[in-house]
């Protein structure tokens, strides 16, 4: 294996560039979608509060922390005021309100990892999933949001890295690969290690936010637009990014020992994790630290196969991006 490897001619990926910020712009969503999950939102805090006036509904996932693409499913979070409710009661309810105001689709799943309401509404076309007191959602959504806000080039790359995930079939958590969250996070530290870097680490600044979530202390400092000069010192394009972030996760990440960890801004050992061996199902084969939720593993779906795919995802990637004449097309190419 070429563990480092010098990147394609100069010209060359500097025209890939243009091309790479037209894949981006045609997936970012329309200023009247965003509207129309707006007006959905509105309607359904009407609903909500009629039945619990105390409830606070908020959006989440790639709706709300800009890496969403255009026809994304919105992610809700109904917030009640009491920590422990009985969720399957509460979605019942909700599904039996939702239902009898003619939005479609409707269908309370009390049993899922995640106990969710879908629905579609007929009028937008929009579908939305609704949780209960997810809160960490929600924050992690900001923080996502705001390291989005630093620098445009983590967006432009997220977009990139998960326009592919879905053409290559690797972004499906219930067959192994890995989530939405997981591929952003990813984007992030790549961006946090790179020299120099293009993304500070914002839970290791002076927090200005802070809450604390079913007791993990969520901080970090969030009023980025004071980071303004943080821009100036890597001119690295999307292109390079791109070409970057799969060399990295195809031939630079060590998968043996190291845990990837947005919250201190670079690697950890597995070893300081106790990630060094299979418990239950989780088999930490490839290691994400979640950012709040320290003792989380956003790589556990990933099992002996599903690692398989996805490192030869990436190996796919990093020689497209090296050598194929037209990697714009090839990278995307649904597998
Ligand atoms: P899509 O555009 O819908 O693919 P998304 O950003 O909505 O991407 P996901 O559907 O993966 O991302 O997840 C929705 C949100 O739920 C994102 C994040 O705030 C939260 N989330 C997802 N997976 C986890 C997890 N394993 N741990 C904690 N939060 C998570
Ligand atoms: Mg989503």
Known sequence: RVYKRQMRCRSDIDRLDDAFIAIVKSLIPAEEEKA???????????????????????????????????????????????????????????????????LQNVQALTRARVPIVKLMDPSTGISCDICIN??????????????????????????????????????????????????????????????????????????????????????????????????????????????????????????TDSVISVRTGSIISKREKDWTRRIGNDRHLICIEDPFEISHDLGRVVDKHSIRVLREEFERAAEIMQYDPNPCVKLFEPY
């Open 134 to 255: 997810n809160v960490l959602a929600v924050v992690n959504t900001r923080l996502l949001r705001d390291y989005a806000r630093i620098d445009v080039r983590l967006r432009q790359l997220a977009f990139i890295v998960k326009h592919w995930a879905k053409s290559r079939g690797v972004n499906e958590t219930y067959q192994g690969t890995l989530s939405s969250y997981a591929y952003v996070l990813m984007c992030i530290h790549f961006l946090q290690q790179r020299r120099p870097a293009i993304l500070p680490c914002l839970q290791g600044m002076e927090a200005t936010y802070s809450v604390t979530v079913d007791n993990i202390g969520c901080a970090y400092f969030d009023q980025v637009e004071k980071l303004s000069d943080f821009r100036s010192h890597n001119k690295e394009t999307v292109a390079q990014l791109v070409w970057g972030f799969f060399n990295y996760w195809a031939y630079c990440h060590d998968y």
């Open 36 to 102: 129309k999950q707006q007006q959905l939102l509105t309607l359904l805090e009407k609903l909500i509060i009629k039945e619990w006036p105390k409830a606070r509904l908020y959006l989440y996932g790639s709706c709300a922390n800009s890496f969403g693409v255009s026809k994304s499913d919105v992610d809700l979070c109904l917030v009640m005021e009491e920590a422990d409710v009985n969720k399957a009661e509460v979605l019942l309810k909700l599904a039996d309100i939702l239902q009898s105001d003619n």
